[in-house]
């Protein structure tokens, strides 16, 4: 499963940005997705994520209330809605899919593929 990450930019404090994660693979419905980031010098962590039918969502206590993921299975894409945007939301954003679902799911190691990370800046 080949995954395309897009839709980083610089942003000021309180923006918004749309980040999407594109398959061109029918497997890419068979998987849960979701969004990682990593900043500098720090561990990549675990963002948000949508089960496979989109029955099931999980966000990081961080993107709780500001961030929304969806996902669209007729277009295989997944989008992460992001509002109220700080300064510590700086970092690279990959997606990722994994064939879990659970908790296991926020667990980077976890994910069977990654697609290329998109740089979001956050300006104060």
């Known amino acids: 499963v080949q995954l395309q990450a897009s839709g980083g930019g610089l942003v000021q404090t309180g923006g918004s940005l749309r980040l999407s994660c594109a398959s061109s693979g029918r497997a890419f419905n068979s998987y849960s997705v979701g969004w990682f980031r990593q900043g500098p010098g720090t561990e990549r962590e675990f963002v948000a994520g949508?089960?496979?039918?989109?029955?099931?969502?999980y966000y990081a206590e961080s993107a709780q209330g500001r961030f929304t993921i969806s996902r669209d299975t007729a277009e295989n894409t997944v989008t992460l809605q992001m509002t109220s945007l700080k300064t510590e939301d700086s970092a690279v954003y990959y997606c990722a899919a994994s064939s879990v679902w659970g908790p296991m799911f926020r667990a980077a190691e976890n994910m069977n593929y990654w697609g290329k990370g998109t740089q979001v800046t956050v300006s104060s």
């Open positions: 949508i089960s496979r039918s989109s029955g099931g969502t």
